[in-house]
């Protein structure tokens, strides 16, 4: 099984700041990679797919970027609307697995 | 629009089965793969199995062979059957969605998740 890592478990930062998390695989997952949002009480929200490819109706704020193991989310100006907890997901092989999370806190 | 509502008993009592049921509104249900995955505070989300309009599945190690995953075509609905619950089986189930073909226009799809829906939380206690 593919573990996934994510860093930091937490980032508290500020409206408008830029901030980058990160995702580690434990084996190469190539660049099959996603990205997703958490808010309390929703289902996660696809953002990221393929390592880079913004999914439908994604602003132009988050971008991502990585392959084989090390992964990264870019938001470049945070809004209001961006704190959550946002997971990593791979889909190398089987099993699928998530990381743990980066919770983004004001 | 098409959606994916979850449905099932809340409590469910330790050793006991869990039986949940993902109800698809709208749209194909031939052309994806129907999936179940859960939320777990101890272990966050955990892949746990699929199935193809077909009756192809696969499941994650981790719950095998506790686990069994069906599908009723006349009715859109897929379920999911979780055999000797435990505490640790206490979790917010989803079921979500992935296209059939992948990127390339193949059979196998791209195994990221677009579509979920809003899951229901199972506690199990006595």
């Known amino acids: 099984e593919t573990v996934m890592t994510q860093s930091p478990a937490t980032l508290s930062v500020s409206p408008g700041e830029r901030v980058t998390l990160s995702c580690r695989a434990s084996q190469s997952v190539t660049t099959t990679l996603a990205w997703y949002q958490q808010k309390p009480g929703q289902p996660p929200r696809l953002l990221i797919y393929d390592a880079s490819t913004r999914a439908t109706g994604i602003p132009a704020r988050f971008s991502a970027s990585g392959s084989g193991t090390e992964f990264s989310l870019t938001i470049s100006s945070l809004q209001s609307e961006d704190f959550a907890v946002y997971y990593c997901?791979?889909?190398?092989?089987?099993?699928?697995?998530f990381g743990g999370g980066t919770k983004v806190e004001i | 629009q098409v959606q994916l509502q979850e449905s099932g008993p809340g409590l469910v009592k330790p050793s006991e089965t869990l039986s949940l049921t993902c109800t698809v509104s709208?749209?194909?249900?031939?052309?994806?793969?129907w999936t179940w995955i859960r939320q777990t505070p101890g272990k966050g989300l955990e892949y746990i199995g699929y199935i193809h309009y077909s009756g192809s599945t696969n499941y994650n190690p981790s719950f095998e062979p506790r686990v069994t995953i069906s599908i009723d075509t006349s009715k859109k609905q897929f379920s999911l059957k979780m055999s000797s619950l435990t505490a640790a089986d206490t979790a917010v189930y989803y079921c979500?969605?992935?296209?059939?073909?992948?990127?390339?226009?193949?059979?196998?799809?791209?195994?990221?998740?677009?579509?979920w829906g809003r899951g229901t939380l199972v506690t199990v206690s006595s």
């Open positions: 979500a969605r992935v296209d059939y073909f992948d990127k390339n226009g193949n059979p196998g799809g791209d195994w990221f998740f677009e579509l």
């Open positions: 997901q791979h889909y190398n092989n089987w099993p699928l697995t």
């Open positions: 709208g749209g194909s249900f031939s052309d994806y793969y």
